[in-house]
């Protein structure tokens, strides 16, 4: 079973305040199956768990920070809103698209250098 970032943090969450996940499920107004499922990364964290997560479990600033980034890398899908983009950032993005599955850690990480580095500019 894979876990996410975010679902290791929510069951140390737990485990620090006595809970199973019934408990949680109950706090966060869900079933249990639902929310094992976005532990295991087969759904995404629905909007507004943040403040919730960190509102019922009183989760320090840095806390809140780091659960921020994992609910980001536990993301399963993401939209692309295209009503501004020009024709080649729409041909980028498809293609970005058809090639997504089939691509390998060294492309990943060109792209990401070469995103990273235009944010710089």
């Given at each position: 079973?894979?876990?996410?970032?975010?679902?290791?943090?929510?069951?140390?969450l737990r485990i620090q305040?006595?809970e199973v996940m019934g408990?949680?499920?109950?706090?966060?107004?869900?079933?249990?199956?639902?929310?094992?499922?976005?532990?295991?990364?087969?759904?995404?964290?629905?909007?507004?768990?943040?403040?919730?997560?960190?509102?019922?479990?009183?989760?320090?600033?840095?806390?809140?920070?780091?659960?921020?980034?994992?609910?980001?890398?536990?993301?399963?899908?993401?939209?692309i809103t295209a009503t501004?983009?020009?024709?080649?950032?729409?041909?980028?993005?498809?293609?970005?698209?058809?090639?997504?599955?089939?691509?390998?850690?060294?492309?990943?990480?060109?792209?990401?250098?070469?995103?990273?580095?235009?944010?710089?500019?």
């Amino acid at each position: 079973m894979a876990y996410t970032s975010f679902g290791e943090f929510v069951r140390i969450l737990r485990i620090q305040h006595h809970e199973v996940m019934g408990d949680m499920a109950k706090k966060l107004e869900t079933s249990l199956s639902f929310l094992s499922a976005v532990e295991n990364g087969k759904k995404n964290v629905p909007a507004g768990w943040l403040e919730k997560i960190s509102s019922l479990y009183k989760l320090s600033k840095e806390e809140i920070s780091v659960l921020k980034e994992y609910i980001e890398e536990s993301k399963t899908q993401f939209k692309i809103t295209a009503t501004e983009a020009g024709s080649n950032q729409r041909k980028a993005a498809l293609q970005f698209t058809r090639s997504f599955g089939n691509m390998d850690d060294e492309t990943a990480m060109e792209i990401l250098n070469l995103l990273s580095n235009k944010e710089k500019k």
